[in-house]
């Protein structure tokens, strides 16, 4: 809330009288607005055609932030990062930031459904058969045969010595598992 609003609203308490919400945004608020939407647009621009799929963007943002990775030129950088911010300014930002938010690896639930897959690959790989049945019953929409197959290339893998590969697709398979079935181990943002 800018001052002037803050001290109309204040000075209408005062006076009893209602406040006025149509009130000006003031110059300063609307600068920093647009800079939170050009450093957003910044941020977007640094990640993967994969990754912005997620996001709620228009098929214009999409295609200026693709075409800000092939500029280098710092002047046109710039200008073009301006030209994002106000296409930016036409989307809802609180869900860009929530996309954000849900993505980000150093957030509390995605380190929480890191520990917890990380927990259920090692009890299959312990337990293969219990453990199989358990994983099961606690994430019905599970695919069993493919989560038999992974957990035996993993013992096959680690006989004939080989690099971890199934081992990494076994706990990509789980965590995907995780992240689509609420769970109440697991805080779903």
């Known amino acids: 809330m800018s001052d002037r609003r803050f001290f109309g609203a204040k000075k209408a308490l005062l006076l009893n009288t209602p406040v006025d919400e149509t009130a000006e945004i003031s110059k300063t608020e609307r600068k920093r607005d647009a800079h939170a939407a050009r450093d957003i647009g910044e941020q977007l621009s640094e990640l993967t055609d994969t990754q912005l799929k997620t996001f709620p963007l228009s098929d214009t943002l999409l295609a200026a932030l693709r075409e800000a990775r092939g500029i280098t030129a710092h002047g046109a950088r ?22 954000f938010a849900r993505i980000d690896p150093d957030a509390p639930h995605n380190i929480r459904l890191q520990h917890e897959s990380e927990r259920w690959r090692d009890r299959l790989l312990s337990d293969e058969n219990t453990a199989v049945t358990a994983f099961v019953a606690a ?27 199934y081992f990494r697709e076994l706990f990509r398979f789980v965590r995907d598992t995780l992240s689509t079935i609420p769970h109440p181990d697991i805080e779903q943002n």
């Open 139 to 165: 994430y019905p929409n599970t695919d069993v045969q493919a989560l038999r197959q992974l957990v035996r290339a993993v013992a096959k893998e680690r006989a004939e010595q080989k690099p971890p590969r």
């Open 78 to 99: 710039k200008r073009h990062f301006q030209y994002i911010g106000k296409l930016m300014r036409q989307h809802d930002v609180a869900a860009i930031e929530q996309e």
